[in-house]
């Protein structure tokens, strides 16, 4: 059956165009116009990917997406008219996997979306054991990361940047390496890579494990290590 995306925007013409192009590409579609509707369809139709504008009426995207991620991993690329990188950052750290920024092409919205759907379906790239880093235990073969047994809700980002650093304990990575790692299909900033990063120290150390991933200065980022 072919992947189910829910477009959560309040503009019915974009929102027919956006569920058009997405229909035309094979995908099977939800919509819902604001955020009260988007949480309701997402919990009675489970979908695999989440288009969220920010803007919308009553509850913002962004509230949306803190519920989503409190929820589940499921792929949220956010769609904003809000052209300030640090509005973009906030997304990110709350969760969201990617963003489009309008005006936009339906075409890059929908190449964004086969391949944030292409990297959470993708089989780990590295087999082997399980990496263990402390307390930290990442398995690339069953896709999980858990501190003292207890499971990280990881985003597939933040679950690839983390497992990527983790083949190599102690290496420090430039934020260039991770972003092309974990995110290869998107032309997001570097500046991303930190704030996913970011989602996933303050994960770690909610479970137990503080201290383990490093900002390294002028590099970028190793886990463990001294």
């Given at each position: 059956m072919s992947a189910l995306i829910l477009i959560v925007e309040d503009e019915p013409q974009l929102a027919e165009v956006l569920e058009a192009y997405a229909r035309q590409d094979g995908y099977r579609t939800e919509r819902a116009a604001d955020g009260h509707g988007a949480l309701v369809?997402?919990?009675?139709a489970g979908p695999d990917l989440i288009l969220l504008d920010v803007m919308l009426p009553g509850r913002s995207g962004l509230e949306v997406?803190?519920?989503v991620r409190a929820e589940s991993a499921t792929p949220v690329i956010l769609v904003t008219a809000r052209a300030e990188e640090s509005d973009q950052i906030v997304g990110l750290e709350l969760g969201a996997d990617d963003y489009v920024v309008k005006p936009f092409r339906p075409r890059e919205v929908m190449a964004r979306v086969r391949a944030v759907l292409r990297r959470a379906a993708q089989a780990p790239d590295m087999a082997g054991r399980p990496k263990r880093i402390g307390p930290l235990e990442v398995d690339r073969l069953a896709v999980t990361a858990r501190v003292a047994g207890q499971a990280l809700a990881?985003?597939?980002?933040?679950?690839?940047?983390l497992s990527h650093l983790a083949e190599t304990p102690g290496r420090a990575f430039t934020r260039e390496e991770l972003l092309s790692a974990a995110l290869p299909e998107s032309d997001a900033l570097?500046?991303?890579v930190d704030a996913h990063l970011a989602s996933v120290r303050r994960k770690l150390e909610a479970a137990g494990?503080?201290?383990?991933l490093h900002?390294?200065?002028?590099?970028?980022?190793?886990l463990g290590g001294v």
């Open positions: 369809a997402f919990r009675a997406l803190k519920t990881l985003t597939p980002a933040e679950f690839r940047l570097e500046r991303v494990a503080p201290g383990l900002t390294v200065r002028g590099v970028g980022y190793r």
